[in-house]
């Protein structure tokens, strides 16, 4: 059973942004539920969304997600985890009613990222690598123009690293941004090549002022193949 007092020691935190501070969790494996102690961390509204999950291993990992978000969240406002009053902004990023403190919580399979910082806005995206089809199809419907141009000269073997690395970074600014996937992915230039591993995007019509959002791909210690990336702007 994952609890999540017993399960805090394997949370590995890494700081790859001065200020910022990125957690990657362990999730509950195939079968696995969670102790009491876990969902007694999570708000009526969290608790009632993992229960409407159609299958079980999902709304385990969605309670320990947030559970384990909520305890590091407790332990740098001092409070208990299920105090925290989580709710969606304005732009339906998630935030912390009365507390500046930015987050953002990503989860893919068995593992969980979170990303905090006192007052830059956070994004954070991690997939594990699983087969991709049709690429060709997705490809075209997510990528830039300018990325779209390279995507047709990879070779087949190269394209599903490359989809994978782009999606992440765009995944990632566009939480940064706080309007998720209501901006057309298409519309973010991140490029598909490993290196380099940072870059910055600029935005103009997705938000009142332009901007930019900056963004670096993270090297994560799993022995299973992924892509990760964080991603920040200023308020």
Same mark, same amino acid.
């Given at each position: #059973?994952?609890?999540?007092? *017993? @399960?805090?020691?394997?949370?590995?935190?890494?700081?790859? %942004?001065?200020?910022?501070?990125?957690?990657?969790?362990?999730?509950?494996? !195939?079968?696995?539920?969670?102790?009491? $102690?876990?969902? =007694?961390?999570?708000?009526?509204?969290?608790? *009632?969304?993992?229960?409407? &999950?159609?299958?079980?291993?999902?709304? #385990? /990992?969605?309670?320990?997600?947030?559970?384990? =978000?909520?305890?590091?969240?407790?332990?740098?406002?001092?409070?208990?985890? =299920?105090?925290?009053?989580?709710?969606?902004?304005? !732009?339906?990023?998630?935030?912390? @009613?009365?507390?500046?403190?930015? &987050?953002?919580?990503?989860?893919?399979?068995?593992?969980?990222?979170?990303?905090?910082?006192?007052?830059?806005? #956070?994004?954070?995206? %991690?997939?594990?690598?699983?087969?991709? +089809?049709?690429? !060709?199809?997705?490809? /075209?419907?997510?990528?830039?123009?300018?990325?779209?141009?390279?995507? !047709?000269?990879?070779?087949? $073997?190269?394209?599903?690293?490359?989809?994978?690395?782009?999606?992440?970074?765009?995944? @990632?600014?566009?939480?940064?941004?706080?309007?998720?996937? /209501?901006?057309?992915?298409? +519309?973010?230039?991140?490029?598909?090549?490993?290196?380099?591993?940072? *870059?910055?995007?600029? &935005?103009?019509?997705? =938000?009142?002022?332009?901007? $930019?959002?900056?963004?670096?791909?993270?090297?994560?210690?799993?022995?299973?193949?992924?892509?990760?990336?964080?991603?920040?702007?200023?308020?």
């Amino acid at each position: #059973m994952w609890d999540v007092e *017993g @399960a805090r020691p394997r949370w590995r935190l890494m700081a790859p %942004l001065p200020g910022a501070q990125v957690w990657l969790i362990p999730l509950p494996a !195939d079968g696995e539920s969670v102790s009491a $102690a876990t969902r =007694a961390c999570l708000s009526a509204e969290e608790v *009632g969304r993992a229960d409407r &999950f159609a299958h079980s291993h999902h709304a #385990m /990992r969605y309670v320990a997600a947030h559970a384990a =978000a909520r305890t590091l969240l407790g332990e740098l406002l001092g409070q208990k985890p =299920a105090a925290l009053i989580w709710s969606a902004q304005a !732009d339906g990023k998630p935030g912390l @009613a009365d507390h500046p403190l930015q &987050f953002n919580l990503s989860h893919s399979h068995t593992w969980a990222l979170l990303a905090i910082h006192p007052t830059l806005h #956070m994004g954070v995206d %991690l997939e594990l690598h699983r087969p991709w +089809e049709p690429m !060709d199809d997705l490809a /075209r419907e997510v990528l830039h123009p300018a990325e779209a141009a390279l995507w !047709d000269h990879l070779p087949p $073997a190269a394209r599903a690293l490359a989809l994978y690395t782009a999606w992440t970074r765009k995944e @990632a600014c566009l939480k940064a941004l706080g309007t998720g996937l /209501r901006t057309p992915p298409e +519309e973010v230039h991140v490029g598909l090549a490993a290196s380099p591993a940072q *870059g910055r995007w600029v &935005f103009r019509s997705q =938000a009142p002022e332009p901007g $930019a959002v900056h963004w670096q791909d993270l090297s994560l210690p799993l022995q299973e193949a992924c892509s990760a990336c964080l991603a920040w702007r200023h308020p």
